[in-house]
């Protein structure tokens, strides 16, 4: 039993040894201050509830967020056409809806034109209210470079002929 230490271990809060308890009155941490008998830190945001990464995150969004990563909506054409179907049959956004087995908001985002266009939805839509609804295009995404490389196609193919040789002058 040698190797073993029988000295008394302090778990609770009281001091052992010679440590020094801290002042309990304004009057004594002031004192204790002034002599350096304590220190004290002082805690920059300390309380807050602010995350220090929530600011970075939208404005990164913002950034990341342009013509080219942006998903192509339905358009307003296609709303309005839609909106004049239902309301020709007396119809709410919810009646048509169930017809076609989706839910109501999608009805509503394809009526503000916010939707991204599903060709599936919008042949059950024409079935159901009867008409022929505006299928929204694809946009080019360099408009400029592939204009002028269509018109430098159809400036050559205007000088071919098809079916045979070319034309001797």
């Known amino acids: 039993m040698e190797g073993q230490d029988w000295s008394s271990t302090n778990v609770g809060r009281g001091t052992v040894g ?10 004594a941490l002031a004192q204790a201050l002034r002599t350096g008998g304590v ?3 002082r805690k920059h945001a300390s309380g807050t509830n602010a995350s220090a990464h929530s600011g970075a995150n939208i404005n990164a969004r913002k ?7 942006r998903h192509a909506t339905s358009g307003k054409a296609l ?4 909106m004049q179907a239902r309301t020709t ?5 919810k009646q048509l809806a169930t017809s076609i087995n ?7 985002q394809y009526e503000s034109g916010s939707a991204i266009p599903n060709p599936q939805i919008i042949s059950k839509l024409e ?11 694809k946009a080019p995404k360099s408009a400029g470079a592939k204009q002028t490389a269509n018109q ?3 400036k050559k193919a205007a000088h071919l002929t098809r079916g045979g040789p070319a034309k001797r002058r």
Request: proline share 8%.
């Open 127 to 137: 079935r159901q209210l009867n008409c022929r609804l505006p299928r929204p295009g």
């Open 63 to 69: 950034l990341e967020e342009s013509d080219e990563t």
């Open 89 to 93: 049959k007396k119809w709410t956004q």
């Open 152 to 154: 430098g196609q159809q």
């Open 39 to 41: 220190q004290s830190e």
């Open 79 to 82: 709303g309005k056409a839609i």
């Open 102 to 108: 989706e839910k109501p908001q999608i009805i509503g």
């Open 18 to 27: 010679g440590a020094k308890a801290l002042p309990k009155t304004k009057t």
